[in-house]
């Protein structure tokens, strides 16, 4: 467990770096395509500084916001306050999580923030009316496994960095029909062709190799955090009956999106089958109980 902790920390560097680069180059082709001249790399430069900043800083704030969550009271979810006092102890967590709830009637929950020390549990109000007392406790578990093995921050860091890029290229292409991408004629067009050529790839691509990169760390990282939660709760079957009832339930998510979906603890969206593959953001549900079985 803490080879995959350093591993994960080490990966989330390596992607905030990442993210620095590709947005720098990116904007940098966006301001050289609408004629902002030598501005253009400053602009880029402070423009992905910024934004990076706030993605690592904020994105539990951006991802809630995201969610349309409230905080969550002892007057209103006292049983899911005191699960949580309760696994704090059993977990070695070093802080408590913050509760926030989503009013939506499918079964769900996510967790994210960038460590530990600011981490969140989200819930929505169709797990704390549909699940009884240990299958509710299994799906908290779960959620602070995640946290301690800092699976938040890789998949928080990357839903936000990856929303943004695709906010950027649609923000573009909208540019771009408009109009406002016009002919170069100066002497440095040429000289920047090369930087540009490859801001506009990785304009094509990077919402691409984020996605891949999305579902390949997710369908591992659940498997982990359910072996993980059941060290914290000693009891399998409370998972188990959890995990059966959010995969049958048929509502849809409302405030479900592309960007978020890995971060929950079954696919928000339920038109998607429930398969391993590539393309699947988790591992089927059968696979992670029989995993959970051979756990005894």
């Not at 602009?43 to 500084?49: E, G, M, R, S, Y």
């Not at 819930?123 to 908290?140: A, N």
């Not at 062709?193 to 984020?210: E, H, S, V, W």
Request: hydrophobic share 45%; net charge neutral; aromatic share 10%.
């Amino acid at each position: 467990m803490f080879e995959d902790i350093k591993k994960n920390k080490i990966k989330s560097a390596f992607i905030v770096f990442l993210f620095l680069a590709f947005i720098s180059v990116i904007v940098y082709y966006i301001c050289m395509a609408l004629n902002l001249g030598e501005m253009s790399i400053i602009i880029a430069l402070i423009f992905a500084i910024i934004s990076t900043w706030g993605s690592y800083y904020y994105s539990d704030k951006i991802v809630l916001s995201l969610n349309k969550a409230r905080p969550a009271t002892k007057e209103e979810d006292l049983k899911l306050v005191n699960i949580l006092d309760a696994l704090v102890v059993s977990s070695g967590l070093p802080a408590k999580p913050r509760l926030y709830v989503v009013e939506d009637a499918q079964p769900n929950a996510f967790a994210t923030g960038r460590n530990p020390q600011n981490a969140v549990i989200c819930v929505t109000t169709g797990l704390l009316d549909k699940l009884e007392y240990y299958e509710l406790e299994g799906v908290i578990a779960h959620e602070m496994a995640h946290i301690k093995n800092y699976d938040i921050l890789f998949s928080a860091v990357v839903s936000v960095m990856v929303g943004f890029v695709v906010m950027l290229s649609d923000w573009f292409t909208r540019i771009t029909f408009w109009g406002g991408f016009k002919d170069r004629d100066d002497d440095n067009s040429k000289g920047n062709a090369i930087l540009m050529l490859i801001g506009l790839i990785f304009l094509i691509l990077a919402p691409i190799f984020g996605q891949l990169m999305k579902l390949a760390f997710s369908r591992k990282r659940e498997f982990l955090a359910d072996a993980t939660a059941i060290e914290f709760t000693r009891n399998p079957e409370g998972l188990i009956s959890a995990l059966e009832k959010i995969s049958a339930d048929p509502n849809q998510l409302k405030v479900a999106n592309k960007a978020t979906e890995n971060m929950y603890i079954a696919n928000p969206f339920r038109n998607k089958k429930s398969t391993s593959s590539i393309w699947s953001t988790h591992p089927s549900t059968e696979d992670r109980i029989e995993a959970l079985r051979n756990l005894k």
